[in-house]
């Protein structure tokens, strides 16, 4: 019998190969891609995404686990593709302009796929013109911002104001280092999140 907690724990340990039989296992047993997706997969970033917030783990571990996701989602897509398993919703990723820092952001992309999202990543050094385009193109339900840089925040505002000129209703959302709750009430971002873990909680919950 298939042991999605084992396919968990696997991820969880960053034992990619593992992962990537115990996906194969599974499916040959006849276990649903979508079962395999949320009990296995998804079931070992969220315990991972637990312990980072927790500061129990840290960058390196994540990077890891993300890894084995990935071998993981490899082995899934096609026949998730099959089974006709929609992503919980999308979401378009990037770092503003002027800004070249991803770590931070790659890790919020990390954990968003982790929690069953698609994501449209759209790189370092963004224009807002870029983020309106890559939200209309994709029809994501939420844009998210990164910022390293102080001089580079106030790019989040603009970002904001030009999805609301161009009529699209993709829902905002930032973060960051020198990013803070006060700053996303102050130019009227709908979401905020202090690390990666609650950026794929803030999505969801703006996802609905
Ligand atoms: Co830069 N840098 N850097 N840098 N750099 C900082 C940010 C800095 C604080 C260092 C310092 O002076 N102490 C400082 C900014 C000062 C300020 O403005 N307040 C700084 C500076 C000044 C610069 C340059 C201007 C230096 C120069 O050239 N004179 C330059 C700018 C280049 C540019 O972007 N235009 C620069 C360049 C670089 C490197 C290229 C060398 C490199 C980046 C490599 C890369 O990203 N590929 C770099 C690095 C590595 C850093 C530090 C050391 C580490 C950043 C990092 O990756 N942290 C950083 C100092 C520091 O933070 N200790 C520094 C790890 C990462 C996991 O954390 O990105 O915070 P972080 O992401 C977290 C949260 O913030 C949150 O979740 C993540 C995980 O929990 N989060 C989100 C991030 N995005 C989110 C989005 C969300 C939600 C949460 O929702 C959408």
Known sequence: ???LQALAD???KGDRNKVSELVEAALSEGVGPKDVLEQGLIAGMNVIGKRFKANEVYVPEVLIAA???HAGLDVLQPKLVEAGVEPVGSVVIGTVKGDLHDIGKNLVGMMFTGAGLKVVDVGTDVSPEKFVEACKESGAGVCAMSALLTTTM????EIVKAIK?????TKTMIGGAPVTQNYADEIGADGYAADAASAAEVALTLLG
Do not use: E, W
């Open 165 to 169: 000129d161009a009529g699209v209703s």
């Open 154 to 157: 106030p790019q989040m505002s």
């Open 10 to 12: 696997a991820l969880i």
């Open 1 to 3: 019998m298939a042991d």
């Open 67 to 69: 890894r084995a996701m």
